[in-house]
C-alpha cells in the first residue's frame, strides 16, 4: 500500500537519498523568506527537514498561505545542502519542493510559540494542550512515557506475572483519602466509589488462586494536588503474590525498578540490594520517611546534652542538629533566611545556629549559651570541622524531628550537596501500624490491610502504637515511588486491628464485606505493592512536575481546563441520578 502522504518521516533522509523523489508530511517548525528562495523547517513526531521553495516556482503562490504550525505535504526531490547542519540528523540534505498540499490550515496568531524558550503560564500551555504537547520536550516525554511502561509490563512478564483489570466502579472503603463517588441511576440513593487502588479487588484474585496478579491500575483519590501528585487520578503498577513474604515483595520491587531505570537512563542506578531503613532511623537521620540519600546530611539529637540548660528555647525540648562542614563563609543574611524559612514554611518556632571558624571558636547565633564542656560533646557527637555551621531545633519530639528533615532538605539545596546523575533507592521497612489522629484517637499509620507484625498477639498485648507492621515503602531521589505490604488474611486478626482503629465488627463487614467473606474459604498468605508510574516516569524525564509527563493533567486546582472539567451538568442530568443540589 502506498502513503499518498508520506514515503519517509522527516528524520530519515540521508545523503544516500540525493535525487531521490519523496513525499513528507508534517507541521511547518519555521519559515526562512530570503526573497528569492523560501525555506521550510518541516516537523514531524520524529525530526525535521529542511524544503526549499525556488524563486518564479509554481509554488510560489501556495507558499503565500504557508505559516507556521499549519500541515502541509510536500513532493519534492532530495539534494545535497550547499551548506550542512550537523545539529540535525537530515542536515546534510534538503528537499525542492515540486508539489506542496496544505493539509490543515493554522490561524496566524498562537496562543503561544512551539518549541520556544520563553517561558509560558502553565495554565494557558494546559488551555492548550494539543499544542502544547507538540513541543519536542513534552512530546518525548509521552513517548518515553510509553517506552517505561512497555518496559513495566515485559518485566513482570518475565517474572510469571498475569495481567488482570480490576472494576473502575466500585464500593466506597476507608483507605485514606476521599472517595470519589458515582450515584447509581438504576439504584437510587445509592453510589460506587473511583477506586483509590484494586487493594480489596487483588487481594480477592489471591483468594482466587492466582498466585502472581499485576495490572497498569488507575486510581483516584481526591487528595489536593501538589507538584508530586496528580489531582483525582494517578497510575501504578500493581502487582499481589500468594504464599509471599516481605522479602520476595521487594526483590520484586527492586528487581523490576532497577531493569527499567538501567534501560531508561544514563545516570548510575543503586545496585540491588538497595538497602533498607526502619522507619523509626529514618525519621531520626533524615526527619522524614522519604529520605534523599543523595543529601549526605544526618540530623543528630542533642537533647541529653542539652539537659539543664539556661537557654529557655531549648528548656525540656527534643534538640535535633545538622551540621554543615568545610563550607564558605556565610553573611548573617543568609542565617536570617534560613530562619524565616523554618518559621513561615515549616512551623518552627525559630532556628537557632552557630557558626564554627577555621581554628574551631564558634560564634555568632546562640553560641554564648554554648559552654566548652557543650561545645566538646557536640563537636564529638556530630564529627564538626572547621569552617563550618551548626543549626539547632528544638520542640516537641515529632515536631522537632520533621522540622529538621525540613532544614536538611534546604540545606541541601543551598550548599549544592546533592550527589548528581544519580537515582538513590531504599526501601523504608517497619511502619508503624497505628498513629495518634489530629483528634488524638488511634488510626491506622498506613495500609489498613497490612498484617501487623506478630499477629493477634501484638494487637492483644501491645499498646497499638508499639506495633509495627509488614508495611514499606520504596524511595528514589526522596520521592515516595511504592508501597507495599505482607497483606492480613485472617478474619480474626482482621477485626481485631480494626477494631483498634475505632471499626465495629458490622463496619468491617459492611465496608469490606467480600473480602471479610473470602477470608473465611482458606485464603492464602498473600503480600504485593504498588509502584507510582507518574512519579517513576517523572524521575526518569528528569523533570520536576508530574504535569510534564502526563498527556492531559488537570492543573494546581485540579481543573482541566482543556474540556473545561469540573463543570456544572443539567438538571435533568441530575435528576436521572437522584440528586438535587444544596449550595
Same mark, same amino acid.
Given at each position: 500500500m502506498i502513503n499518498k502522504y508520506r514515503t519517509h518521516n522527516c528524520n530519515e533522509l540521508r545523503i544516500e537519498n540525493v535525487n531521490e523523489e519523496v513525499r513528507l508530511s508534517g507541521f511547518v517548525q519555521k519559515i526562512r523568506n530570503l526573497g528569492k528562495m523560501k525555506f521550510i523547517d518541516l516537523r514531524d513526531e520524529f525530526g525535521i527537514t529542511q524544503i526549499v521553495i525556488s524563486e518564479n516556482s509554481k509554488l510560489d503562490e501556495i507558499s503565500k498561505d504557508i505559516n507556521t504550525e499549519c500541515t502541509i505535504c510536500v513532493k519534492g526531490t532530495v539534494v545535497? *545542502?550547499?551548506?550542512?547542519?550537523?545539529?540535525?540528523?537530515?542536515?546534510?540534505?534538503?528537499?525542492?519542493?515540486?508539489?506542496?498540499? %496544505?493539509?490543515?490550515?493554522?490561524?496566524?496568531?498562537? =496562543?503561544?510559540e512551539i518549541n520556544s524558550d520563553i517561558c509560558v503560564k502553565e495554565d494557558l500551555r494546559l488551555e492548550y494542550r494539543y499544542l502544547d504537547l507538540r513541543n519536542q520536550k513534552i512530546h518525548n516525554?509521552? *513517548?518515553?512515557?510509553?517506552?517505561?511502561?512497555?518496559?513495566?509490563?515485559?518485566?513482570?512478564?518475565?517474572?510469571?506475572?498475569?495481567?488482570i483489570q480490576t472494576p473502575i466502579l466500585a464500593n466506597s472503603s476507608p483507605e485514606g483519602a476521599r472517595d470519589f463517588l458515582v450515584p447509581s441511576r438504576l439504584h437510587p440513593g445509592e453510589f460506587y466509589a473511583l477506586p483509590q487502588a484494586p487493594q480489596q479487588f487483588k487481594q480477592l484474585l489471591m483468594v482466587s488462586g492466582f498466585e502472581r496478579y499485576c495490572q497498569i491500575a488507575p486510581c483516584f483519590r481526591d487528595e489536593d494536588p501538589r507538584a508530586d501528585r496528580s489531582p483525582g487520578e494517578f497510575y501504578q503498577l500493581d502487582f499481589e503474590m500468594a504464599f509471599a513474604e516481605?522479602?520476595?515483595?521487594?526483590?520484586?520491587?527492586?528487581?523490576?525498578?532497577?531493569?527499567?531505570?538501567?534501560?531508561?537512563?544514563?545516570?548510575?542506578?543503586?545496585? =540491588?540490594?538497595?538497602?533498607? !531503613?526502619?522507619?523509626?532511623?529514618?525519621?531520626?537521620?533524615?526527619? %522524614?520517611?522519604?529520605?534523599?540519600?543523595?543529601? =549526605?546530611?544526618? !540530623?543528630?539529637?542533642?537533647?541529653?546534652?542539652?539537659?539543664?540548660?539556661?537557654?529557655?528555647?531549648?528548656?525540656?525540648?527534643?534538640?535535633?542538629? %545538622?551540621?554543615?562542614n568545610n563550607i564558605e563563609e556565610k553573611p548573617r543574611k543568609f542565617f536570617d533566611n534560613m530562619s524565616t524559612y523554618a518559621v513561615e514554611e515549616l512551623g518552627a518556632k525559630g532556628l537557632a545556629w552557630v557558626k564554627v571558624d577555621s581554628d574551631n571558636n564558634i560564634n555568632g547565633g546562640i553560641s554564648k549559651f554554648i559552654d566548652e564542656d557543650r561545645k566538646k560533646q557536640i563537636f564529638e557527637k556530630m564529627d564538626v570541622k572547621p569552617n563550618s555551621a551548626i543549626f539547632f531545633v528544638a520542640d516537641e519530639f515529632e515536631k522537632a524531628q520533621k522540622i529538621a528533615g525540613g532544614i536538611r532538605i534546604k540545606l541541601g539545596e543551598e550548599f549544592d550537596l546533592l550527589e548528581k546523575n544519580i537515582y538513590k533507592f531504599c526501601f523504608i521497612v517497619d511502619f508503624p501500624m497505628y498513629e495518634l489522629s489530629d483528634e488524638g484517637t488511634i488510626d491506622f499509620n498506613h495500609n489498613p490491610f497490612s498484617m501487623p507484625q506478630g499477629g493477634m498477639k501484638a494487637l492483644i498485648e501491645k499498646d497499638p502504637l508499639d506495633i509495627y507492621a509488614y508495611q514499606f515503602d520504596l524511595?528514589?531521589?526522596?520521592?515516595?515511588?511504592?508501597?507495599?505490604?505482607?497483606?492480613?488474611?485472617?478474619?480474626? !486478626?482482621?477485626?481485631?486491628?480494626?477494631? %483498634?482503629?475505632?471499626y465495629t465488627v458490622d463496619d468491617v463487614k459492611n465496608k469490606f464485606g467480600a473480602l471479610f467473606n473470602a477470608f473465611s474459604y482458606g485464603a492464602p498468605p498473600h503480600a504485593g505493592a504498588g509502584l507510582g508510574i507518574d512519579r517513576l516516569i517523572m524521575l526518569l524525564a528528569k523533570e520536576n512536575n508530574l504535569r510534564e509527563v502526563i498527556a492531559f493533567p488537570k492543573n494546581k486546582k485540579a481543573r482541566d481546563l482543556l474540556v473545561n472539567s469540573p463543570s456544572t451538568v443539567s438538571d435533568e442530568q441530575l435528576k436521572e441520578v437522584h440528586i438535587k443540589l444544596d449550595l
Open positions: 545535497e *545542502r550547499s551548506s550542512k547542519n550537523d545539529k540535525l540528523s537530515t542536515g546534510e540534505i534538503e528537499v525542492i519542493a515540486k508539489e506542496i498540499e %496544505i493539509l490543515g490550515k493554522c490561524r496566524n496568531e498562537l =496562543p503561544f516525554n509521552i *513517548r518515553l512515557r510509553s517506552k517505561i511502561l512497555k518496559d513495566f509490563r515485559d518485566e513482570m512478564n518475565k517474572l510469571d506475572f498475569i495481567e516481605q522479602e520476595d515483595v521487594l526483590q520484586v520491587m527492586q528487581t523490576v525498578a532497577y531493569n527499567v531505570f538501567k534501560k531508561n537512563t544514563d545516570y548510575k542506578v543503586s545496585e =540491588p540490594d538497595f538497602i533498607k !531503613i526502619p522507619y523509626k532511623e529514618a525519621m531520626e537521620k533524615y526527619g %522524614i520517611d522519604k529520605p534523599d540519600l543523595r543529601n =549526605p546530611l544526618i !540530623i543528630e539529637d542533642l537533647t541529653e546534652i542539652f539537659k539543664g540548660t539556661e537557654f529557655n528555647s531549648f528548656k525540656d525540648k527534643t534538640v535535633k542538629s %545538622i551540621v554543615v524511595v528514589c531521589n526522596g520521592f515516595e515511588v511504592a508501597s507495599g505490604a505482607v497483606r492480613n488474611h485472617d478474619q480474626e !486478626i482482621m477485626i481485631k486491628a480494626f477494631e %483498634i482503629a475505632g
